[in-house]
């Protein structure tokens, strides 16, 4: 019916043997520390407009996180900006944490996941609270 290969693949070769490979839970770790860095600089960034020892903590148990998946490489920080309306910058975090959670359930990183989703909901409710003044006016 068919002709067997009779040569050998090229994808087989001793240097192709050699080449580095990273295992799914390194390239989760990969993702996840990129994923919680990504929304601790939206966090750095909204602590000037928005200043309050919530950020404060939250900034700093992302800070640990980071560092923990990195193998204690503490991540870089961004300096709190001076944003006029932070509503882009909660929902730029709230989509970034919604992304490290997926990664944190997919890597059953439950600290992880529990700091992501809580991150979600700060950001929910920052959110959501311009709207519950507006509409009382």
């Given at each position: 019916?068919?002709?067997p290969?009779?040569t050998?693949?090229?994808h087989?070769?001793?240097?192709?043997?050699d080449f580095?490979?990273?295992?799914r839970?390194?390239?989760?770790?990969i993702?996840?520390?990129?994923h919680l860095?990504?929304?601790?600089?939206?966090?750095d960034?909204?602590?000037?407009?928005?200043?309050?020892?919530?950020?404060?903590?939250a900034?700093e148990?992302l800070?640990a996180?980071?560092?923990?998946?990195?193998?204690?490489r503490?991540?870089?920080?961004?300096?709190?900006?001076a944003?006029a309306?932070?509503?882009?910058?909660?929902?730029?975090?709230?989509?970034?944490a919604s992304?490290a959670l997926?990664v944190?359930?997919?890597r059953a990183?439950?600290a992880a996941?529990i700091?992501?989703?809580?991150?979600?909901d700060?950001h929910t409710?920052a959110?959501?609270?311009p709207?519950e003044?507006?509409?009382?006016?």
């Amino acid at each position: 019916m068919y002709e067997p290969i009779r040569t050998k693949s090229v994808h087989s070769t001793p240097a192709a043997s050699d080449f580095p490979h990273r295992s799914r839970d390194e390239e989760l770790d990969i993702q996840l520390a990129g994923h919680l860095a990504a929304l601790l600089a939206v966090t750095d960034e909204l602590r000037g407009p928005a200043a309050g020892p919530e950020l404060d903590t939250a900034a700093e148990r992302l800070s640990a996180e980071v560092a923990r998946l990195r193998g204690g490489r503490a991540p870089v920080r961004a300096v709190p900006g001076a944003a006029a309306d932070p509503a882009p910058l909660h929902r730029r975090a709230h989509t970034l944490a919604s992304r490290a959670l997926v990664v944190a359930a997919s890597r059953a990183d439950t600290a992880a996941a529990i700091l992501a989703a809580e991150r979600m909901d700060a950001h929910t409710a920052a959110l959501a609270a311009p709207r519950e003044l507006s509409a009382a006016r």
